[in-house]
């Protein structure tokens, strides 16, 4: 109850396009635990996994996921 | 012709520490994710290494991912989005102390701007968003990290789409893109600026000139178009957009 005027702020709240002032107002609701906002903050992940999207695929130099493996493999000496 | 394995039993098998597997999940997601990455920062060095920082995050954490059952694939695209805001935001700070302090925020965004264009942003050092709150819930409550820089809400694992879910807008991808195009130009340039230069209303208003209730009224507007078509095109195939 009293949560509906929130309802268009969760997805600007995960971009972190929201003011300050809204940001604090919501977080202290999430904290209070209301299960509406908890849905709804779950389909506005959905909806910022899109918009991540929306941009044309590209592919980093090869060197780029040599270097990672060669990091994780010092990082985890008895992997595999 | 070789069968595609799910992206979770691939986040299963790097959850046993794997290599095999996190090389495959990375073939199969880096288009998407350095696509958004590269255009969100302004040098190909930077967002290599959030690239890599990013992978690695998922080699530590893949265990309580799998343990959730939530998607790999939007676990990757929300977490690189949220790191390269946070980078972009911090190479943003940097040149405003760098700039003479008479010359404000505009200025900074210029230097900014230059930089992006000539992509000779020198890249930072690793740095950390993500702060542990009771529960195991990420710091989603103090809109800052430990350096200073404000970020964008870090999402917790538990707010993650399930794989289904994220199945079902995959195969509807492309309509969906149709969807953040056929927002009307102002609306679309202000959601742009949130989503890919981590920009918030506040900094949005200076940027394009524009009253910030304008600019609250074009995104919430085009945030509840982009929503609304979402469930639409997820929720039935007969939607016609």
């Known amino acids: 109850m009293g949560c509906q005027h929130l309802d268009e702020l969760y997805e600007l709240w995960l971009l972190g396009a929201l003011s300050e002032a809204n940001s604090r107002d919501l977080r202290e609701h999430l904290a209070r635990g209301c299960p509406h906002c908890l849905g709804r903050i779950r389909e506005a992940t959905e909806t910022v996994y899109v918009l991540g999207l929306a941009s044309k695929p590209d592919r980093p130099p090869a060197r780029v996921k040599s270097e990672l493996l060669r990091e994780i493999a010092r990082k985890t000496p008895t992997h595999r | 012709m070789s069968e595609e394995l799910p992206a979770e039993q691939l986040l299963a098998r790097v959850a046993h520490h794997d290599i095999d597997a996190l090389s495959e999940l990375y073939d199969r997601y880096v288009p998407r994710i350095y696509g958004m990455v590269a255009r969100i920062l302004p040098s190909r060095a930077s967002a290599e290494e959030v690239l890599q920082e990013l992978f690695l995050r998922l080699w530590s954490e893949s265990a309580a991912l ?12 929300v977490t690189a989005r949220e790191a390269a805001v946070h980078r972009l935001r911090a190479l943003r700070k940097k040149a405003a102390e760098a700039a003479p302090s008479n010359h ?29 709150s009771p529960g195991g819930i990420s710091e989603a409550w103090r809109g800052h990290s430990p350096d200073g820089v404000s ?11 399930q794989p289904s879910e ?57 945030l509840t178009f982009v929503k609304h078509r979402r469930r639409a095109v997820c929720g039935s195939w007969a939607a016609n957009i």
Do not use: M, Y
Not at chain 2, 115 to 127: C, D, F, G, L, M
């Open chain 2, 66 to 77: 799998n343990e959730q059952g939530k998607s790999v694939t939007a676990w990757l695209i």
């Open chain 2, 104 to 132: 404000g925020a505009e200025t900074t965004k210029k230097v900014l701007h230059r930089q992006r264009a000539k992509s000779v942003v020198p890249t930072s050092s690793t740095e950390k968003s993500e702060v542990k």
């Open chain 2, 151 to 161: 970020v964008a809400c870090p999402v917790p694992i538990a707010w993650l789409p």
């Open chain 2, 166 to 222: 994220v199945t079902r807008i995959d195969d509807r991808l492309v309509l969906l893109c149709k969807v953040i195009d056929q927002l009307p130009k102002p609306q679309r340039q202000a959601l742009e600026l949130a989503v890919f230069d981590g920009l918030n209303e506040n900094e949005i208003a200076a940027e394009l000139g524009e009253p910030l209730g304008k600019v609250r009224t074009s995104l919430r507007a085009a």
